[in-house]
Structure formats: C-alpha cells, structure tokens
C-alpha cells in the first residue's frame, strides 16, 4: 500500500458520518481483541455493543433542538443498536469471507490454536 492509498483511505473514512464510521470501527476493534489469546470470544458481542454505544455519542453531531438530555439517550440507544448491528453484520457476512483475506485468515487461525492450547493446558 503507498501513501497515497493510504492518505485517501484516512480522508475516505474521516468523511464517513458517525454511523457508518462507528460500524467500521467496532468491527475493526473487535477483530483486534479476537486477536489477543487471553480475551474470550465470547465476550466480543458486548464488547461491540459497548464500543459502539461509547463511540457513537462521541461522534454525532449536537442538533440545536434537542436538550443535552435527549441527545444523549437518543445516541447511546443508537450507538448500542449501531454496535450490535456492527456484530451481525461481521458475525452473517465478514465472517463467511475472512478464511479468503490472507492475512486476517492466517492471524485469526494462529490465535485460535493458541486460545485452544491455553484452554486445554488449563484444563489439565
């Protein structure tokens, strides 16, 4: 990837709104905690929704009508839909093609074996 692809990637994703922008981040950070051996798997859908229910009143923007209240229910409901949404949308349809991203497939097996081995180490 050259600096150029990358510079336009950054301005791609800075001119996202905050929804489409918390999706792709939740996504982007729970792949990374399913990278680290120690976090369990199972613990990563609340984890989106946490992160997306944080993310998402931080970036939307304050209308003028409503009082800080409202907007603040408002976005942490949205940002929690936004999160769990994030979780399916990676859980029915990235999931199904990740085996094919060379280098997503091959880090997500290793820490996989890992996780397993630790597990059954633990075990004994």
Same mark, same amino acid.
């Given at each position: 990837?050259?600096?150029?692809?990358?510079?336009?990637?950054?301005?791609?994703?800075?001119?996202?709104?905050?929804?489409?922008?918390?999706?792709?981040?939740?996504? /982007?950070?729970?792949? %990374?905690?399913? &990278?680290?051996?120690?976090?369990?798997?199972?613990?990563?859908?609340?984890?989106?929704?946490?992160?997306?229910?944080?993310?998402?009143? %931080?970036?939307? +923007? +304050? +209308?003028?009508?409503?009082?800080?209240?409202?907007? &603040?229910?408002?976005? %942490?409901?949205?940002?929690?839909? %936004?999160? /769990?949404?994030?979780?399916?949308?990676?859980?029915?349809? !990235?999931?199904? !093609?990740?085996?094919? !991203?060379?280098?997503?497939?091959?880090? &997500?097996?290793?820490?996989?074996?890992?996780?397993?081995?630790?597990?059954?180490?633990?075990?004994?």
């Amino acid at each position: 990837m050259t600096e150029k692809n990358l510079t336009d990637l950054v301005s791609w994703a800075m001119n996202l709104g905050a929804a489409p922008f918390t999706v792709l981040a939740v996504v /982007a950070f729970c792949y %990374i905690l399913r &990278l680290v051996p120690f976090f369990p798997n199972r613990w990563i859908p609340i984890s989106c929704v946490v992160i997306g229910t944080v993310m998402f009143p %931080i970036l939307a +923007h +304050h +209308h003028t009508d409503d009082t800080t209240f409202a907007f &603040l229910v408002r976005t %942490i409901f949205m940002g929690a839909i %936004i999160g /769990a949404g994030a979780w399916v949308f990676h859980n029915k349809l !990235i999931k199904q !093609i990740e085996d094919k !991203i060379p280098l997503l497939g091959a880090a &997500l097996s290793a820490t996989q074996e890992k996780a397993e081995n630790q597990q059954n180490t633990n075990k004994l």
